[in-house]
């Protein structure tokens, strides 16, 4: 299986402040074939279902904030939110999809400062 | 739009065989994989399997031993059969889509449906 660690564990940013969640893979989830990053980004708020923010390590979904951004390549990746909202506060998860089983990082809680 | 329903029992006994449906609207059933996710009170996200239309599957091995995922798609709906459930297997259980056949990353979700084994 492919692991996947994210840190840190909990986050405390001040509004306005850029807050960055990092998730490293076990094995790389980089397809050499079509040069695509098989790694996701969700938030999950209480008491809802995860959403899903970015695929392919960098695509936002329709209708995400530009503040959301993801990059990386190969086993590191980062979720960055430029400008903290209040709306932000959530857990966020890492998900490879490289291979079965699909595997999600442990979730980084994000709270304000 | 794409809607996702879960529905379970709530409260299954240990040793007994947990099982919730998803109901699908919207989309096209037929063009997608189908999978389930569960998440213990507090805890992340584990993905248990998926099902395509035509019946086929794909299990975590963690699981797999103890696992039936079936679709029916007459209705729109597939399910999930959990053997020999034991506290551990206490879950909010969600029902997912594949976003397509090369895109594995989950673009809807279902609101979850709690199972509690407990005696």
């Known amino acids: 299986d492919i692991v996947m660690t994210q840190s840190p564990d909990s986050l405390a940013v001040s509004l306005g402040e850029r807050a960055t969640i990092n998730c490293k893979s076990s094995?790389?989830?980089?397809?050499?074939?079509?040069?695509?990053?098989?790694l996701a980004w969700y938030q999950q708020k209480p008491r809802q279902p995860p959403k899903l923010l970015i695929y392919w390590a960098s695509t936002r979904e329709s209708g995400v904030p530009d503040r959301f951004s993801g990059s990386g390549s190969g086993t590191d990746f980062t979720l960055t939110i430029s400008s903290l909202q209040a709306e932000d506060v959530a857990v966020y998860y890492c998900?490879?999809?490289?291979?079965?089983?699909?595997?999600f990082g442990q979730g980084t809680k994000l709270e304000i400062k | 739009q794409v809607q996702l329903q879960e529905s379970g029992p709530g409260l299954v006994k240990p040793s007994e065989t947990l099982s919730v449906t998803c109901a699908v609207s919207g989309g096209s059933f037929r063009s997608n994989y189908w999978s389930w996710i569960r998440q213990p009170p507090g805890k992340g996200l584990e993905w248990i399997g998926y099902i395509y239309y035509r019946g086929s599957t794909s299990s975590n091995p963690s699981l797999k031993s103890r696992i039936t995922i079936s679709v029916d798609t007459s209705k729109n709906q597939f399910s999930l059969q959990l053997s020999s459930v034991t506290a551990a297997d206490t879950a909010v259980y969600y029902c997912?889509?594949?976003?397509?056949?090369?895109?594995?990353?989950?673009?809807?979700w279902g609101q979850g449906t709690l199972v509690t084994v407990s005696s």
């Open positions: 997912a889509r594949h976003h397509d056949s090369i895109s594995f990353f989950f673009d809807y």
């Open positions: 998900q490879q999809y490289y291979g079965t089983p699909y595997t």
């Open positions: 094995q790389s989830v980089l397809y050499s074939s079509n040069n695509k990053n098989y």
